[in-house]
């Protein structure tokens, strides 16, 4: 029998692994399929996105069932996700009392600790004594799908405190409830941005929180399941941000063409504008380059490499901003540890460099007879490029979070664009210093 | 009463944001400072590399009394923090019992499903009385912080069924458990990996979910809450890889200047070996530069264009092949659909730039009288470039992850190195084409 269910179970499993891969045209069909018990887990276990995909598709009495067999807060999702034209029959089909639920929850943000909530919860009134209490919590338990704790309200809907199910389980049935509930509640204002009530999460390591209004008035509660899906919307925006480009705000598979192209071309774009300066800062050097076409030959390697150590600084410090494991007034701190590690690697890579000229089988004739001071010069902008390229890496999130900007987008691509034309730069300044009289 | 009851939870809160940025030698007093009440639900809060700090300094009698007042996973995770000279000694002062949980659970990985789980969970026999189990159940409420779920046993401690607090409550009293419980239930194998707990938990949305070993005994309960430290975990981990590193395993802060030079060096200095190719491929071409110095204008530009297309192709598939929006047998679809993305945003960098080159004030000057072939140059190299960086951006996740290696290895860095030598080929090559019998 044990295995059966392990089977069974597994279809569901494996069905919503396979869901996002299947043709749109298959879903309905797959759907359909699956047996009442099933299909009722399958559809609660999926996202507001499927499920508007799944309603579109659905015949009438398909979508007055399951619509209505979603809790308001994902039904409300459910809506937000429809297109325009289907939201008002939407509505329409589903129970007065829910739909009252709905329109509440509706005039929160999706990004706000409301639009986050259910409306849903156990309250109990801090008069009653536990006997009572407990009765009161069992008659609604039947309309609310989930209770971990009981909130205990006064007459005008305030919050007054909150007692675990376990607690209201393990009292004396004879005490009041005022006097056994924890009346020290962690609450969360119904305006609050996502990302704010995440950190609560993680701080407090509650499974539920509530929300309140600016009178202390319940509207709902936040779970922690809830969360779960605002970090990895928030890491996959940060990341996306990181690779020089616009979030796509949707799963990769459904943004369509011209959206991907959208995204992607208006920082490339950019990024191409302002590394044209290095068109004009090799212009500058066009004579060097002539009179010594070996220095062209360390270009590439030379920017590249202050890119790379850029690239590995913004990174660490965007992650670490948005962890809280820094803050803004930590940029001090964080430029002298960046300056040290910037030497260092700077070091490393300037004697790997110079040993890969100065060393080299046939040097004199890849590098020219002065091959030692042209591996010198290589050495030494390498130290500069790399500590520069630190340097910029490291601080640009900062500046950008105190501009009130988001500092992924100090991504990897961008910081290589600041220190590219730097870069060259200093590689040239460094070849007119040390290959002045004899290469050039 | 409400107010203060605000500001005494903001203290704990307060606390816990600035606690990570004060110096190691305040924290113990700091600590001290707090009323017994805060310290309890601040100490909670805390995570086991704080746990583990705080215990280093504190006195025999502290060490005692906070170990002590850990739940078992959490206390495992202490002493897995400790260095190793404490671990006997922090043994030594937990009760007997406590201990064996606690040496169980050291028998896990960290990062599998038993060194993720509680060992403390709340269990009936099928064959009690709805009425009993609540008795029951009340009873072992006392030692069993978190109660969500009831778990049904038989004498083996082989899982048969589960219930929520809330059915148990809602369930008539002289109804025999197993003909209540549900007995579908989802597990957890115990030496599971977390990535895929946390797969399990994002798809089923419960709170809380049993691990058992093979022959399906229980042995714990993983709780979401565990699951947002994990899920963290892994977008850091991938984060840091994307930025072309190895993943620091610590906090910025707290990672060592050493430690941190290691970390970034190792792959610094291999992308740097890489780049060096391009050293070989300019080499190659020094005769057309000698000829055309302009043609070394544009270098940075073209290559650095390849490599930023690379760097966002790259980042979106290693987040969706990360979030399963993508799996390995749809690198075929993925392909064709990066390479009309990669065309167009080549397209219109090309345009950009060739206008930048054939319309610009004195370019006869700075480009040669031939600056419209070597507008066509640079255009067409461009289209050739960023097309061949989003292919290699796109495909190079799905090779790692073929060959059994993390896709986030294909950091930005990672893929520009790739395509710089490629870019510089497609580049002269174009140059030879196009510009030969003018130019060169």
Known sequence: MSEIETQEMGLVARLLETWPHLPASEKLSTFRSLAADDSEDFFLALGPREHAGLYEDFNRAERRLWSRFLAPDDAADLIQELPEELRAEAMSLIDEKVRREIIALLSYREDEAGGLMSPRFVRVRPDMLVAEAIRYVRQQALTVEQIFYVYVLDSNQRLLGVMSLRQLFVSAAEKRISDVMEDKVVTIPDEMDQEQVSRVFQQHRFIAIPVVDKDRRMQGVVTVDDILDVNQEEATEDIQKMGGQEALDAPYPSVTLPEMIKKRGGWLMLLF?????????MHHFEVEIQKAVVLALFIPLIISSGGNAGAQATTLIIRALALRELRLTDWWRVLRRE??????????????????IAFWPNRAELFTDHYVLVGICVAVSLIGVVLFGTIVGAMLPFILRRLKLDPASASAPFVATLVDVTGLVIYFSMARFILSGTLL
Do not use: D, K, N, Q
Request: a neutral charge; proline letters at 0%.
């Open 273 to 281: 504008v302002g590394e044209m300066f290095t068109t004009t800062a």
């Open 339 to 356: 300056i040290a590690t910037g030497a260092a690697l700077g070091g490393a890579l300037a004697l790997i460099g110079f040993m890969r």
